[in-house]
């Protein structure tokens, strides 16, 4: 990561045992690396260290980074993670549930690609 995030939101990333964290979850622009692929890395509530998603190229790592993040929010939710904006006082609502970020019902089943379509 040698710049800031191309794309952040900042959150109250509340776990299922009521702990509240703020914390930002990030996309960094890919950077190449010195083997050729392309690297993505992620901010992502409840990981302690950066996740870097790889790729043939950038575009690759990017929206596999893209798709990665979903699906680690989605396992969060389940788990009984809630998300909430700092900067509204929303915590009885349902918070941030990130559909209209992801469009998760958009993206193809992993299991099949566009060929098959």
Known sequence: MTS???ASIN????APDGVVTRCTIAIYAPEQQPTGEYGCTLLIPN???PQTIYGNDSL????LAIRF???QLRTLFDE???FHDPEFDDRDGDGI???SYFLDRYWPDPTNSFGDR
Request: proline content about 4%; hydrophobic content about 40%; aromatic content about 8%.
């Open 4 to 6: 800031g995030p191309v």
């Open 11 to 14: 959150v109250d990333a509340i």
């Open 47 to 49: 990981d302690k260290t």
């Open 60 to 63: 690759q790592s990017l929206t």
């Open 69 to 71: 993040l979903s699906l």
């Open 80 to 82: 009984g993670w809630r």
């Open 97 to 99: 549930t990130f559909e």
